[in-house]
């Protein structure tokens, strides 16, 4: 079954907004765990806007499942991954003025870059993933980079799934055998929801984790956490 790890930066956004700690992303990251999620994702940006990074360390204590730090790869991210130890750190290339990640790896260009910072990561015991346009030869060239998996950036998906999702997802079912072929782990996400998530999962049989957090919050305003939560898992069976 493909893992589910819930995005928590949006509860974060919600606490932020008007300061205090309510909600308290620590106790929202043990209820999704208990509520059945199989991981708990953070993006933490140098603005703290969201995710703060004393966040990132007092949710190391708590989470049983697996943790998952994505992040662009500066000094301060590499910092805090080395500290905390998470099971997974998940590099973005997006700036740190960026709203929301937007753009996979170019994975040619970046290759040795990618590599150092890599072989670093996995020196702690971190197993790593960077985030990968639907494009064949970026997959491809993320093999050379020493990673364990890639995280396919789901957006233009999610954005075609309502016109035409037989030609949507032919781009991640190629790209998701090509994953297959070079010995990489294939994660997804952004812009995942209730909608789309069962046909790209019936699409791509080896993706073993999706990461969901705008779509899941939002739904769960309607439907409660526990219920949201067991909903997103029943599309991923």
Wanted: glycine share 6%; proline share 5%; aromatic share 8%.
């Amino acid at each position: 079954m493909t893992k589910l790890s819930v995005n928590i930066n949006k509860i974060a956004t919600l606490r932020n907004s008007r300061g205090g700690n309510n909600p308290n992303v620590i106790r929202v990251a043990q209820d999704c765990e208990r509520f059945g999620a199989q991981g708990i994702t953070v993006h933490p940006r140098p603005d703290e806007r969201h995710i703060r990074y004393q966040d990132v360390i007092e949710l190391k204590e708590i989470v049983t499942t697996e943790f998952n730090i994505e992040g662009y790869p500066d000094a301060r991210y590499i910092e805090l991954v080395k500290r905390v130890r998470p099971t997974q750190a998940t590099l973005v290339p997006d700036p740190p003025e960026a709203i929301t990640s937007s753009f996979g790896w170019d994975t040619i260009q970046h290759r040795s870059m990618l590599q150092d910072i890599i072989a670093e990561l996995k020196s702690y015991g971190i197993r790593t993933s960077i985030f990968v346009d639907p494009i064949e030869k970026m997959v491809e060239g993320a093999s050379h980079t020493g990673t364990d998996r890639i995280e396919l950036y789901t957006e233009s998906y999610a954005t075609h799934y309502q016109i035409n999702r037989e030609e949507a997802v032919l781009p991640f079912a190629h790209a998701a055998r090509v994953a297959a072929e070079v010995g990489l782990g294939l994660n997804a996400g952004h812009d995942l929801d209730l909608n789309n998530l069962h046909y790209l999962k019936e699409y791509l049989p080896n993706l073993q984790e999706v990461s969901i957090g705008h779509a899941l919050v939002c739904d769960a305003l309607y439907f409660g956490l526990e219920n949201t939560i067991q909903m997103y898992l029943k599309e991923l069976r």
